[in-house]
């Protein structure tokens, strides 16, 4: 819930960009012959605890999946995943579930732990391929801290929990034999080292340990592909291919460095070779930057994602990359959002992967293939949606993999959520380490800079931060030839196109235990959509650039339909005697669908994302999704119909919210539309009154008429039923190439009968 030039190859290296390639669909394992060879290390590891950190076990007597979460270990481990971060506490404060002087207790430190260990030790043993002269192990990511043991010997550690680990394996790997490889994470985020980014979020009750995305181990002959980069340019019909090579050998290599492009699907050659011919000296590194021309390159966007794949060769390696064709900015003059130089409105809504590892119900789910299509693929097209926000924390690659295939554009936000001034918990004199926050920004960047579904780099959440607009995105920003757009919370954006994120939160006052007792002091009420056609004022709303309405809403109830924390107290004030979890659930889907129609009528944003379509859902919860079931990922059928028509390419707004009209009387209704399409759309727009027994009792009918990427509103005049009584009002628009499925926008209202003398 959320309220309130490239840098030369030089910098990357000091900015602590470990050595590897691209991330699973990168590196892929490769047939006899050719230069790399790439060994998943997934499946069950053996597990076991300890409080030191040096303390290896001796025995390791658990078992846990790998990619997954250590609370998924068998047998259990007690007390694991008990956690709690200073912010979360300092909610429970305001919440009266904590005193301040148990608050207080916990300055200067990241939170509190409720377990008695400090971290996992994850063992597994593989066999190694025929010698060669680099051996790399990958640890995609995992949390919280990664040090890595291979046959006795510590090779490395990574601080981060967001991002790709390397470690170099060359001289402790037995070639062609068995081999050990033992991980030990941090049990908690409390046994951080200072420097690194701390975990923040407000509420989270549980921070999960786990190595929650793939390893494996890569083999190849010098000179080692560290870092390939992909980079469309549409106008030129071709991909920029930037290679970052490293000769890990005693002596000078010559080598060639050959692009080959096909496409993804097919296989077929999309584009003639591209071979260049360098020098490496020994212990250096070259970066090599070729352009590869495309003929006739078909483009990717949410409605045709089509993929190619570059083949990058040396004399010792090979990687493949997938990519796409695509272009993405923002426009702070038009306010707009441009895919491939055209604008285009972003619908959709918000997944918090970090909270929904504290689920009940989390299990293996995000490793699930069936369950992750249906997630992201099959369900965001039945809702009319192209864009997410992974919000607090970012996703196993896979789910990137998907996202790329399925036409999903991402606002990829790292998992920063500190405040502003007047919160609880918020401490004005937080600095981020900025070196590590560049170093830790530059890895996040170069594992995810491929995948066309990530399209927004998201500093943060909800932050007055100043020194990311003038310390830490200036730096890292030149690393990503697409040069995406920055999204930079409260801060003032960094670039002069960059997006604003908005959150719009109308009935937060209203969830309030007391209600302020000033009567000036206006709540807010859904009849005031009918004057507003833009947000409500506030500091990240004041601005000329482009807005993001990200959140939205503030309406949550568990899946069960019980209300959540802070909305314990507004679903009795909605509804009075009538407060059950069938209405709670009624009313909720009728409202969010109202906010979002308003929210897309006007324009006033480049895009809408309600929150949040995954999280988390308990009796504490703060916030929750809308599943009815989690495990068959089916959606409450009151929200799924409501936000359906809510997010239409063909929106409609009926902008009414009065609950009573006079029966038998002539009134006029205001009903705007947009069409987030490129082709024009036209057909009839029906006002009808349905009575209780279903059956229509008046009808008025305009035609309506809108370009591409059109908003148009109308005022149809229609005279309301005789009969007193409680009606369904519904603007429903047909458009002539879809008469089937009408868009629809629903009032509640009940007609009341004219008072006699």
């Known amino acids: 819930m959320e309220r309130r030039s490239f840098l030369k190859a030089g910098a990357a290296a000091a900015a602590g960009l470990a050595a590897g390639g691209r991330g699973a669909l990168a590196q892929k394992t490769d047939s006899a012959g050719h230069p790399r060879t790439t060994i998943s290390l997934d499946g069950m590891w053996e597990v076991a605890d300890s409080v030191d950190a040096e303390a290896m076990p001796r025995e390791y007597n658990h078992q846990a999946p790998v990619p997954g979460l250590t609370h998924s270990a068998t047998p259990a481990f007690p007390h694991v995943d008990e956690y709690e971060t200073r912010q979360l506490l300092s909610d429970m404060m305001e919440f009266g579930n904590l005193s301040k002087a148990d608050y207080e207790k916990t300055a200067g430190t990241l939170g509190v ?142 080598t060639t460095v050959e692009q ?76 707009r959002a441009y895919l491939n130089g055209r604008v285009y409105f972003l619908r959709g809504s918000n997944i918090t992967l970090h909270r929904f590892f504290e689920d009940p119900e989390v299990g293996m789910l995000p490793w699930d293939e069936a369950w992750l ?30 996202a790329d295939e399925a036409g999903l554009l991402i606002q990829n936000e790292y998992p920063v959520w500190v405040g502003a001034p007047g919160w609880p918990g918020y401490d004005p004199a937080l600095k981020y380490d900025t070196k590590e926050m560049i170093t830790e920004y530059s890895e996040w960047m170069r594992d995810n800079w491929n995948h066309p579904s990530v399209a927004i780099w998201d500093a943060s959440n909800e932050s007055i931060l100043p020194q990311f607009t003038t310390e830490i995105i200036p730096v890292v920003r030149g690393l990503d030839l697409s040069n995406r757009p920055w999204e930079n ?68 109830l568990n899946r069960d339909g019980s209300p959540t924390l802070v909305t314990q107290y507004l679903y009795p004030r909605l509804l009075g005697d009538r407060n059950t979890a069938e209405e709670r659930l009624k009313l909720q889907a009728y409202l969010l669908g109202g906010l979002t129609e308003f929210w897309r009528a006007y324009r006033r944003y480049a895009g809408v994302l309600h929150f949040v379509f995954l999280t988390s859902s308990h009796p504490k919860a703060f916030t929750s999704d809308h599943w009815k079931d989690l495990q068959k990922l089916e959606l409450h059928p009151e929200f799924e119909k409501a936000m359906k028509n809510a997010f239409n390419p063909l929106g409609v707004y009926l902008n009414f919210w009065h609950t009573e009209l006079p029966a038998d009387a002539q009134h006029d209704f205001t009903v705007a539309m947009v069409n987030d399409e490129y082709r024009p759309r036209s057909g009839k727009l029906r006002l009808v009154f349905t009575a209780a027994d279903g059956k229509n009792a008046a009808i008025a009918e ?56």
Not at 304 to 317: I, S
């Open 113 to 254: 732990s409720h377990q008695k260990r400090n971290y996992f030790w994850y063992r597994r043993s593989f066999d190694a391929p025929a010698q060669k002269a680099v051996a790399l192990i990958k640890v995609n990511k995992a949390q919280f801290g990664t040090v890595v043991y291979l046959n006795g010997n510590r090779i490395g550690e990574h601080g981060p929990c967001y991002t790709a680990a390397y470690f170099d394996a060359t001289r402790a790997i037995r070639w062609g034999a068995p081999n050990e490889l033992v991980i030990r994470i941090g049990a908690h985020p409390g046994v951080l080292p200072p420097h690194v980014a701390p975990v923040t979020d407000f509420e989270k009750y549980h921070w999960t340990p786990g190595i929650y995305d793939a390893v494996s181990l890569m083999a190849m002959d010098n000179p080692v592909i560290h870092t390939v980069q992909t980079a469309p340019r549409l106008a030129a019909s071709s991909v920029v291919v930037q290679t970052v090579l490293r000769n890990r050998s005693d002596r000078t290599i010559r």
């Open 373 to 402: 299509h249906r997630l992201l693929v099959t369900i965001p097209k039945q809702m009319h949606w192209n864009a997410f926000r992974f919000c607090i924390g970012p996703v196993p690659d896979r789910w990137l993999q998907i």
């Open 702 to 757: 305009i035609p309506f008429s809108l370009p591409s990427l059109g908003a148009q509103s109308y005022v149809i005049a229609i005279k309301t039923p005789a009969q007193a009584g409680t009606y369904t009002l519904k603007a429903m628009a047909s458009a002539v190439d879809d008469e089937e499925h009408p868009t629809i926008s629903h009032r509640e209202v009940a007609l009341r009968a004219a008072a006699h003398p």
């Open 260 to 335: 080959r492009v096909t496409e993804w699907k097919s296989g077929a050659p999309a584009a003639a070779p591209v071979v260049t011919r360098v020098e490496i000296p020994a212990g250096g590194e070259k970066t090599v930057v070729q352009t590869v021309a495309l003929p006739k390159a078909h483009w990717w966007s949410p409605e045709d994602p089509f993929l190619y794949e570059v083949k990058t060769t040396t004399a010792g390696d090979q990687v493949t990359t997938r990519f796409g064709m695509r272009e993405f900015r923002f426009d702070t003059v038009t306010q």
């Open 489 to 556: 919370s409260y801060n003032a954006p960094a670039g002069a196109n960059d997006p604003v994120e908005d959150h719009q939160y109308l009935f937060a006052e209203l969830s309030a235990k007391e209600l302020p007792p000033d009567r000036e002091r206006r709540l807010f009420h859904m009849t005031d959509l009918e004057s507003m056609v833009g947000p409500a004022p506030g500091p990240q709303s004041k601005t000329g650039h482009a807005m993001i309405l990200n959140e939205y809403g503030w309406l949550w």
